[in-house]
């Protein structure tokens, strides 16, 4: 089998459920910018801290989900969907992970060493691919629970961004205005 078929020679592609579309489509657009920001997560691993690949290794398995899930327009029970507990679950490794952390008393410049610097490049594109998304549900049903997901993993990012900062001795800096 070759890795190229042909089929998008038109500008369509597939949905999960082989309907055809758009390669410009919101939905297409939604779930490529989720690709785009599950690559750029791919090219902060490793980060010489085991928690955090371990965590990203699953926030890329996640965002596999994201995009089967936004590629579903007609979703069957069965098929992969992100759920209430993936929330949950962002939600707690922010929470253990902001303990390590001096409290935040402004705005921090994105930046730092290599993985902080790359954790908060794919902070921006997770934020491009929730506002994407909210796009798309606006003209389509999609399972709102995407939207809260990606919005709790942009604060994930940052936190884990600011977090290899620290533990890299990497100052943070803040605008000045």
Do not use: C, W
């Not at 909210?134 to 919005?151: F, G, H, K, M, P």
């Amino acid at each position: 089998m070759t890795i190229y078929t042909g089929r998008g020679d038109d500008g369509k592609t597939d949905l999960r459920d082989m309907s055809r579309v758009s390669k410009s489509s919101l939905r297409i657009e939604a779930y490529g910018t989720v690709d785009e920001a599950n690559a750029l997560i791919g090219t902060v691993r490793p980060t010489d801290h085991d928690d955090l690949d371990r965590l990203l290794g699953t926030i890329q398995n996640h965002l596999h989900v994201v995009q089967a899930d936004l590629a579903n327009p007609d979703p069957d029970p069965a098929d992969p969907s992100i759920e209430t507990a993936h929330v949950e679950e962002v939600e707690s490794e922010i929470d253990g992970f902001d303990e390590e952390l001096e409290p935040l008393q402004s705005f921090v410049l994105p930046g730092g060493g290599a993985a902080g610097g790359r954790l908060h490049h794919a902070r921006t594109v997770v934020r491009r691919a929730e506002r994407r998304t909210v796009d798309l549900a606006r003209s389509e049903s999609i399972n709102e629970t995407v939207v809260t997901y990606l919005n709790r993993l942009s604060d994930l990012l940052f936190t884990l961004g600011r977090v290899a900062n620290a533990r890299e001795d990497e100052p943070e800096e803040s605008p000045s205005y």
